[in-house]
């Protein structure tokens, strides 16, 4: 773990968090070189394993992690990347926001399209939820969010049984 790695609140009890209480997870990863995109996607692969995600949405995340956090670094000089996880309507899912006080993003619509995303296209291709704040001369922030496909059922006020929604580490 890079020491440029802040962790905001513990990871290893996030086996025994409650669906309410996945919120507080969260890490944040400065960007500044090559060895902080690695970090990142590293970090994001770590948290949406130990969630319900299957191996290839595991994937697609760190994949998506990679572009928004090479675009931080390449055209914002820099910036941060954050990792939470996120509890919503009985589903919990993984939140990423980068932001960098880069130049910004003149249209950020055709920076979405194909060819011309610097990395954006891809990454919104990847997430269920993605949204670009861009202002030229103030930077930019990328949220994108990924939900696990497992919903939590609830009846009689007793959660279903061998499906707390995270899983166990290994």
């Known amino acids: 773990m890079s020491s440029s790695l802040r962790l905001v609140e513990g ?10 209480a996945a919120s507080s997870v969260r890490v944040r990863i400065p960007i500044g070189g090559d060895a902080d995109v690695d970090i990142a996607e590293e970090q994001g692969r770590r948290l949406a394993s130990r ?3 299957s191996p290839t949405d595991i994937t697609v995340i760190s994949a998506a992690i990679r572009q928004v ?13 954050m990792l939470h996880l996120i509890y919503k309507r009985g589903r919990l899912g993984l939140a990423i926001v980068a932001r960098d006080k880069g130049p910004g993003i003149a249209d950020v619509t055709q920076a979405l399209r194909d060819g011309k995303g610097l990395g954006l ?8 939820e993605f949204r670009v704040r861009s202002e030229p001369g103030r930077g930019t ?5 990924k939900w696990t496909r497992c919903r939590q059922v609830q009846r009689a006020g007793a959660r279903r049984q061998g499906h707390p929604g995270l899983r166990q580490q290994r």
Not at 11 to 20: H, K, R, W
Not at 141 to 145: A, C, P, W
């Open 69 to 81: 956090a090479r675009n931080v670094l390449t055209y914002g000089q820099g910036g941060d990347l």
């Open 11 to 20: 990871l290893d009890p996030i086996v025994e968090a409650t669906a309410s």
């Open 51 to 53: 969630l319900d995600f």
């Open 121 to 128: 296209a891809s990454a919104r291709r990847l997430m269920d």
């Open 141 to 145: 922030t990328v949220t994108m969010r």
